[in-house]
């Protein structure tokens, strides 16, 4: 799918937010969390804390238990720690609670509020009462963040980063900081580094074989940034991208359409292509001699994921990873061996 956004705020909104300043006020103002529980593996020593991003700081005064994430994907840091969200806004998959396959045995009973992905109601944030509110992968404008602010504390986007680029180990510590639960954010971080690096040496015919990752998304074709979350999985693992698409992929979105004549920016040793070898993009894309004379496919050099394996992959989290390197990596050290009898499909629905 495109990580191109088409969202902005509507001018009413700044009057309706405005108006939440006194329910806010009046009821909304955070739970004054007292000393943590000492099995939650949180402390209350870790408060107050600062958190930089790229409208100035935030501090969180006490452990928060109202956490509403406004970002794509946070969710999965905070579940990894233990902690439950009480809203989660949708990115795309139609997931249940807006939390994917890897995740959701950790809401237990609880049902998270789902957040539209089009545009923040402010009115329906409010209402939740958080004690903090996260968008490290949100994206969000200036004028979003003062809403918010007028709401409870807001953690944005790190600074210099677009919302595509933070990466998972920004993620999980800035968890670990919100929650109190930086020690056990820092194990998960060392512990998936050195699984990554294990699989990377596991699997050597990757490393220095050239990559792309694309799409086909509402029939354009798209190549992502190495500086994407998912591009940066991939060049962990040893995998490379050219030069001409850094440079053309050099942009605030992260992305570049490509037309079919350049086909050929896509002819590399393993071509990983966001949607399932079902999907009616890849099945077009597949009927097409400009793409077909390639050796990229002569010699089926492709890897094709479908929702679950691109939302693993595009999530690139403490809990999607696992599952990358299970299911996906096998599929790349088929495909990049150039054997058109290999079978490197991947048939993630």
Known sequence: MSHTRPRRLRTLLTAAALSLVTLVAGGCAGSGAGPADPASGSSSAAFPTTLSHAFGATTVAAKPERIVVVGLKEQDYFLALGEVPVAIRDWYGDMPNATWPWARGRLGEARPEVLARAELDYEQIAALRPDVIVGLSSGMSRQEYDLLTKIAPTV?????????????????????????????????????????????????????????????????????????????????????????????????????????????????????????????????????????????????????????????LAFASVLSLPYVLDKIVPALTAAVDGDPATDSEYSAK
Do not use: C
Not at 167 to 174: G, I, N, P, S
Not at 224 to 251: C, H, I, Q, R
């Open 156 to 312: 944005a986007q790190p600074t210099g980063d677009g919302s595509w680029a933070v990466t998972w180990q920004q993620m999980t510590r800035a968890a670990g900081q919100i929650t109190g639960r930086s020690a056990e954010a820092e194990t998960l971080v060392a512990e998936l580094e050195q699984r990554i690096a294990s699989v990377a040496g596991a699997h050597p015919r990757l490393k220095g074989a050239s990559t792309v990752f694309a799409s086909t998304y509402e029939g354009q074709y798209y190549l992502f940034s190495p500086e994407t979350t998912a591009s940066k999985v991939l060049l962990d693992l040893g995998l490379t991208m050219s030069p001409e698409v850094t440079a053309l992929t050099d942009n605030a979105n992260q992305s570049a359409t490509i037309s079919r004549e350049r086909f050929d920016l896509t002819d590399v040793d393993v071509a990983v292509w966001s949607e399932a070898a079902a999907d009616p993009g890849v099945t077009a894309l597949l009927g097409d001699p400009l793409y077909t004379r390639l050796d990229v496919r002569t010699q089926r050099r492709e890897v094709f994921l479908g929702t679950e394996a691109n939302g693993a």
